[in-house]
């Protein structure tokens, strides 16, 4: 695994979505039940910033289409989606949201 510090989880609200653009991709980050998460900001039915769509608890709904997804494992729970969301393994270094960008 190759974590790289990506945001300082202070700045990470409880239940809200906040986009951190990298290099290749922009990803999401949030915090659930005091969990933090990371998933890529696309839609994989259309590729809409998802970041732009509703967070309830740990499921993100898509704005364009409404699809559904969990944001703990990137499970499809609602169509159109048929494919999961990418999500990245996340840990917690000092102040820092570390993610690993290369896989689960």
Do not use: W
């Not at 900001?41 to 910033?49: R, V």
């Not at 993100?60 to 559904?68: D, G, K, M, S, Y």
């Amino acid at each position: 695994m190759a974590f790289k510090p990506l945001h300082p989880k202070a700045s990470i609200e409880e239940g809200k979505m906040t986009v951190v653009k990298t290099k290749y991709l922009n990803v999401v980050l949030t915090q659930v039940a005091g969990k933090y998460y990371a998933f890529e900001d696309s839609c994989t039915h259309d590729g809409e910033e998802i970041a732009c769509g509703k967070l309830d608890g740990c499921v993100v709904t898509c704005p364009r289409h409404f699809a559904q997804f969990d944001i703990r494992t990137g499970e499809v729970l609602a169509l159109p989606a048929t494919e999961p969301l990418q999500t990245f393994p996340v840990r917690i270094s000092g102040d820092q949201i570390e993610v690993d960008l290369e896989g689960k």
